[in-house]
């Protein structure tokens, strides 16, 4: 069954950078692009982006395109998100989701991923 | 592209029916989306194309519309269907937006 599994929690000072992991499994993971969406604590959904396994094509919200870095590595199934020069207001759980393209939908998630940025 | 939600927050009781609204500020053909989210746990897809059901997603789940509302619509309310509902538009991006959430509590 397809699954995505994310890194550990993270806990980082203002102006450092994090590197969050999303392992993906039970499908070919260049067919479909992966998309990073955070959630604040008590807040709603906040699409960041996306990359494109396949060709390493990135797309990303104005919001974050200064700060937000989208990699993958086909050989081991995995995309990473990294923001940089983080903010107090950086705290929140991230995600990561795959795209079924063909129905636009983000049917599967992975766990979650909280990064803490604190002094 | 904004979408507005509405209510914000709701209460119903269990083998209520609810409807959820989600307005989009331009044309977004039906590419929306409905997921649900409980506490502490990632998003789930309910509804896409606006009212396409998710395989294992069931049936008293139901979306409708084509612009600029759309409409989620739970009949039979059950005690695991409280929780907060988002709509997203997947139509273009940057970015692929969601609404603000609809809480459903239970009265």
């Known amino acids: 069954q397809v699954q995505l599994v994310q890194s550990g929690a993270e806990v980082k000072k203002p102006g450092a950078s994090v590197k969050v992991s999303c392992k993906a499994s039970?499908?070919?993971?260049?067919?479909?692009?992966i998309h990073w969406v955070r959630q604040a604590p008590g807040q709603g959904l906040e699409w960041m982006g996306y990359?494109?396994?396949?060709?390493?094509?990135?797309n990303f919200a104005q919001k974050f395109l200064a700060r937000v870095t989208m990699t993958r590595d086909t050989s081991i199934n995995t995309a990473y998100m990294e923001l940089s020069r983080l903010r107090s207001d950086d705290t929140a759980v991230y995600y990561c989701?795959?795209?079924?393209?063909?129905?636009?939908?983000?049917?599967?998630w992975g766990q979650g991923t909280l990064v803490t940025v604190s002094s | 592209i904004q979408l507005t939600q509405s209510p914000s927050s709701l209460s119903a009781s269990v083998g209520d029916r609810v409807t959820i609204t989600c307005r989009a500020s331009?044309?977004?053909?039906?590419?929306l989306a409905w997921y649900q989210q409980k506490p502490g746990k990632a998003p789930k897809l309910l509804i896409y194309?606006?009212?396409s059901l998710q395989s294992g997603v069931p049936s008293r789940f139901s979306g409708s519309g084509s612009g600029p509302d759309f409409t989620l619509t739970i009949s039979n309310l059950q005690p695991e269907d409280f929780a907060t509902y988002y709509c997203?538009?997947?139509?273009?991006?940057?970015?692929?937006?969601f609404g603000q959430g609809t809480k459903l509590e239970i009265k």
């Open positions: 331009q044309g977004i053909s039906s590419y």
């Open positions: 990359i494109n396994p396949n060709s390493g094509d990135t």
């Open positions: 997203q538009q997947l139509n273009s991006y940057p970015p692929y937006t």
């Open positions: 194309g606006a009212s």
């Open positions: 989701a795959r795209l079924v393209g063909l129905g636009r939908k983000l049917d599967s």
């Open positions: 039970g499908y070919t993971f260049t067919g479909y692009s």
